[in-house]
């Protein structure tokens, strides 16, 4: 696997998009140089990378957002790797950090987004967390601290004499020996669940079943063959009914089924007479009640207007015969209780007056005066004119309406009393129909009985169907708890010899493995070392993985006792011990890691470490660290290298071809 570009934008001081492209070099040219002062960006595209693979906290992505373009208002931040798969096949890797636009955006508003492109397509990244552990399985992170490591890496596994030890479960991984435990575990867990399903069943629970099993069953048979016989009566009845309707047909020359019809004729023959009964009994009511004086409604108007003419008239004669007394009280009114002129009247005007209103009165109006013909008395004239409104009013009018529906009710009787009569010519044949018809409505109910019958006992066969199916199902699982079962037995002991097997697997594999790793550990360590002659051996426990260092009388030398140098290189001869033993050819990123040693240790780490650390080998250092003479040395294992330059005024770094002093 080789690492081809990577590009980082907006992270840290990286404020635009900056593309690092790393060259395959030829002849062993496998050294590719990042050059930077301290600040410039080195560790920002150790991050990225990362990143990139993994993702990361979004506090932390947030914290190293641009600071110039956060304030702009840009909360994105994206990296975006491209890998030359072992099988040479492409794969690209993008992951981004995007708050969207909003005002004043915080960590919690980013939204993390991963894209994954392999052989040129883009791959659906619905299920993110599967081309996630595709990341992880590829490049797996526990692993990764052993191939991209920085001088803080190397001072860890340097620290003291027992820090491999708190490495074990990393050099595990490292060594490919993590996974095979990963098994064994699951192999165990297998096997302890399926011992949980050894549940101490005896042979009388599975008989007691057996024999409730064989009684439903007993029962769904007898249900089947009274299914069988009411079936077999449908049929029957059925065949019955067809025959009877072919003979009806042949002998009546109609379908069987007119029956209903004549019956519903029948029925609107009582509707119709009973009908017409209601009608011919409100004429007679209407007749009876009202018919003699609505004869004489032409005559009611003069009959009124009598009335009120002797009324009047009565009325006039009564004034005529109170007179006298009616003029003095209209005199005594013009003056008392006041006068209603200013000029009071003497003795003899209001004599003159009381006379004229009496002569007034006494004359009467001749134009009301009436022949008395009726000369009836004011209640006997009440009642006579309330009667006459009554008539007026009542419903004599609705008279001609139920003439004419009688007339129609009449006509449609007689239709139907005809149709019914032509239904059957003679007794004989009327009684040969009701025969048949008899025959057929016997089938017919016989027919719908027999096929509710079959409607609830196929109700109740499905019952019993699903209690057989549940006790089968349940004798079942009681046969697989049963303790002895073989196939379970078998495989409970198939998982202890294959966990057996993995056992002894992981002991020789873990002894191979340790066995090689203290061997290229050692050879490095003999390279790198200024006291290589003072050193015999290193040894690594396979077990523990405590290492010892020995001198030439076999004597240890503590790991506390080596100097700082000393220690560093150490760490380095381990760290290519791991990587050549795990024989996972990963790319090695390397930074600054030689700023805490002397002179002698650096020469000896860019002749021997460097050229053989891996197949792809990015160093990111400072011009202090890898300096003119070392770039000379490295020069011939060079398949490229950039420089970051840092604007500190703009705090922005952009990337330039070739080292420091390079042109």
Request: proline share 2%; with cysteine.
């Given at each position: 696997m080789k690492f081809r570009k990577f590009t980082i934008d907006n992270y840290k001081s990286f404020q635009f998009p900056t593309e690092i492209l790393f060259p395959d070099g030829d002849n062993g040219k496998s050294i590719f140089l990042i050059g930077g002062m301290n600040g410039a960006g080195k560790t920002a595209i150790m991050e990225g990378i990362s990143y990139c693979l993994y993702g990361g906290k979004v506090e932390d992505i947030f914290r190293a957002i641009n600071r110039k373009s956060l304030a702009l208002g840009n909360a994105s931040v994206s990296f975006e790797l491209e890998i030359e798969m072992d099988d040479a096949s492409p794969l690209i890797v993008k992951r981004s950090w995007s708050a969207g636009v909003i005002d004043k955006p915080k960590a919690k508003d980013l939204e993390e987004r991963l894209v994954v492109v392999r052989d040129g397509k883009r791959v659906s990244v619905q299920n993110k967390q599967m081309w996630q552990d595709f990341i992880r399985a590829t490049i797996p992170p526990g692993i990764t601290q052993f191939f991209f490591f920085d001088g803080e890496k190397i001072q860890e596994i340097a620290a003291d004499d027992h820090s491999e030890i708190r490495l074990k479960s990393s050099l595990e991984a490292a060594l490919g020996i993590e996974y095979i435990n990963k098994l064994s575990s699951d192999l165990l867990y297998?096997?302890?669940?399926?011992?949980?399903?050894?549940?101490?069943?005896?042979?009388?629970?599975?008989?007691?079943?057996?024999?409730?099993?064989?009684?439903?069953?007993?029962?769904?048979?007898?249900?089947?063959?009274?299914?069988?016989?009411?079936?077999?009566?449908?049929?029957?009845?059925?065949?019955?009914?067809?025959?009877?309707?072919?003979?009806?047909?042949?002998?009546?020359?109609?379908?069987?089924?007119?029956?209903?019809?004549?019956?519903?004729?029948?029925?609107?023959?009582?509707?119709?007479?009973?009908?017409?009964?209601?009608?011919?009994?409100?004429?007679?009511?209407?007749?009876?009640?009202?018919?003699?004086?609505?004869?004489?409604?032409?005559?009611?108007?003069g009959i009124k207007q009598q009335i009120e003419d002797e009324r009047e008239s009565t009325q006039g004669e009564a004034i005529k015969q109170n007179a006298a007394e009616l003029a003095k009280r209209i005199v005594r009114a013009v003056e008392d209780p006041e006068p209603i002129y200013k000029e009071r009247l003497s003795y003899e005007k209001m004599a003159e007056l009381e006379k004229r209103i009496y002569t007034l009165l006494s004359e009467g109006d001749s134009v009301n005066s009436a022949i008395k013909i009726l000369n009836l008395s004011d209640r006997d004239a009440a009642r006579l004119l309330q009667r006459m409104e009554e008539i007026e009013n009542c419903d004599i009018f609705l008279l001609q309406p139920l003439l004419e529906e009688k007339k129609e009710l009449g006509i449609e009787l007689d239709k139907i009393e005809f149709s019914l009569q032509s239904g059957a010519a003679t007794d004989s044949e009327r009684e040969i129909f009701d025969q048949l018809q008899s025959e057929i409505e016997g089938c017919t109910t016989q027919i719908g009985r027999k096929t509710e019958q079959l409607r609830l006992l196929e109700e109740d066969i499905l019952i019993y169907e699903k209690k057989i199916r549940d006790i089968e199902i349940e004798i079942e699982k009681l046969y697989e708890k049963h303790n002895v079962s073989k196939v379970k037995a078998d495989f409970i002991e198939e998982c202890d010899a294959i966990a057996g097997l993995l056992n002894q697997f992981i002991i020789r594999m873990r002894k191979n493995k340790v066995h090689l790793l203290q061997e290229k550990t050692y050879e490095m360590y003999k390279l790198l070392s200024s006291k290589s002659g003072l050193i015999k051996d290193i040894t690594i426990d396979d077990k523990t993985y405590e290492i010892r260092i020995l001198d030439k009388n076999g004597q240890e030398i503590k790991k506390s006792g080596l100097s700082a140098g000393e220690k560093e290189v150490f760490a380095l001869a381990l760290l290519w011990g791991l990587a050549q033993t795990s024989e996972l050819k990963l790319p090695i990123i390397i930074d600054t890691p030689l700023s805490r040693l002397d002179s002698t240790h650096r020469d000896n780490i860019i002749r021997n470490y460097f050229p053989n650390a891996g197949e792809q080998v990015i160093i990111l250092s400072t011009d202090t660290e890898i300096d003119n003479n070392y770039f000379k040395n490295l020069q011939s294992h060079l398949s490229g290298a950039v420089s970051l330059v840092f604007n500190q005024q703009q705090e922005l770094t952009t990337l330039k071809t070739g080292y420091f002093w390079e042109v």
């Amino acid at each position: 696997m080789k690492f081809r570009k990577f590009t980082i934008d907006n992270y840290k001081s990286f404020q635009f998009p900056t593309e690092i492209l790393f060259p395959d070099g030829d002849n062993g040219k496998s050294i590719f140089l990042i050059g930077g002062m301290n600040g410039a960006g080195k560790t920002a595209i150790m991050e990225g990378i990362s990143y990139c693979l993994y993702g990361g906290k979004v506090e932390d992505i947030f914290r190293a957002i641009n600071r110039k373009s956060l304030a702009l208002g840009n909360a994105s931040v994206s990296f975006e790797l491209e890998i030359e798969m072992d099988d040479a096949s492409p794969l690209i890797v993008k992951r981004s950090w995007s708050a969207g636009v909003i005002d004043k955006p915080k960590a919690k508003d980013l939204e993390e987004r991963l894209v994954v492109v392999r052989d040129g397509k883009r791959v659906s990244v619905q299920n993110k967390q599967m081309w996630q552990d595709f990341i992880r399985a590829t490049i797996p992170p526990g692993i990764t601290q052993f191939f991209f490591f920085d001088g803080e890496k190397i001072q860890e596994i340097a620290a003291d004499d027992h820090s491999e030890i708190r490495l074990k479960s990393s050099l595990e991984a490292a060594l490919g020996i993590e996974y095979i435990n990963k098994l064994s575990s699951d192999l165990l867990y297998i096997k302890q669940e399926e011992r949980k399903g050894f549940i101490e069943i005896s042979d009388e629970d599975l008989d007691f079943k057996e024999s409730e099993l064989k009684l439903q069953k007993s029962k769904l048979e007898r249900l089947n063959k009274k299914r069988y016989e009411i079936k077999e009566d449908l049929e029957s009845f059925k065949a019955q009914k067809e025959e009877a309707s072919k003979r009806f047909q042949a002998h009546f020359n109609v379908e069987p089924e007119t029956r209903d019809a004549i019956r519903e004729t029948e029925k609107r023959r009582i509707q119709t007479a009973n009908r017409l009964g209601q009608v011919e009994s409100e004429i007679r009511t209407l007749c009876e009640k009202y018919l003699p004086y609505s004869l004489l409604g032409g005559l009611f108007e003069g009959i009124k207007q009598q009335i009120e003419d002797e009324r009047e008239s009565t009325q006039g004669e009564a004034i005529k015969q109170n007179a006298a007394e009616l003029a003095k009280r209209i005199v005594r009114a013009v003056e008392d209780p006041e006068p209603i002129y200013k000029e009071r009247l003497s003795y003899e005007k209001m004599a003159e007056l009381e006379k004229r209103i009496y002569t007034l009165l006494s004359e009467g109006d001749s134009v009301n005066s009436a022949i008395k013909i009726l000369n009836l008395s004011d209640r006997d004239a009440a009642r006579l004119l309330q009667r006459m409104e009554e008539i007026e009013n009542c419903d004599i009018f609705l008279l001609q309406p139920l003439l004419e529906e009688k007339k129609e009710l009449g006509i449609e009787l007689d239709k139907i009393e005809f149709s019914l009569q032509s239904g059957a010519a003679t007794d004989s044949e009327r009684e040969i129909f009701d025969q048949l018809q008899s025959e057929i409505e016997g089938c017919t109910t016989q027919i719908g009985r027999k096929t509710e019958q079959l409607r609830l006992l196929e109700e109740d066969i499905l019952i019993y169907e699903k209690k057989i199916r549940d006790i089968e199902i349940e004798i079942e699982k009681l046969y697989e708890k049963h303790n002895v079962s073989k196939v379970k037995a078998d495989f409970i002991e198939e998982c202890d010899a294959i966990a057996g097997l993995l056992n002894q697997f992981i002991i020789r594999m873990r002894k191979n493995k340790v066995h090689l790793l203290q061997e290229k550990t050692y050879e490095m360590y003999k390279l790198l070392s200024s006291k290589s002659g003072l050193i015999k051996d290193i040894t690594i426990d396979d077990k523990t993985y405590e290492i010892r260092i020995l001198d030439k009388n076999g004597q240890e030398i503590k790991k506390s006792g080596l100097s700082a140098g000393e220690k560093e290189v150490f760490a380095l001869a381990l760290l290519w011990g791991l990587a050549q033993t795990s024989e996972l050819k990963l790319p090695i990123i390397i930074d600054t890691p030689l700023s805490r040693l002397d002179s002698t240790h650096r020469d000896n780490i860019i002749r021997n470490y460097f050229p053989n650390a891996g197949e792809q080998v990015i160093i990111l250092s400072t011009d202090t660290e890898i300096d003119n003479n070392y770039f000379k040395n490295l020069q011939s294992h060079l398949s490229g290298a950039v420089s970051l330059v840092f604007n500190q005024q703009q705090e922005l770094t952009t990337l330039k071809t070739g080292y420091f002093w390079e042109v």
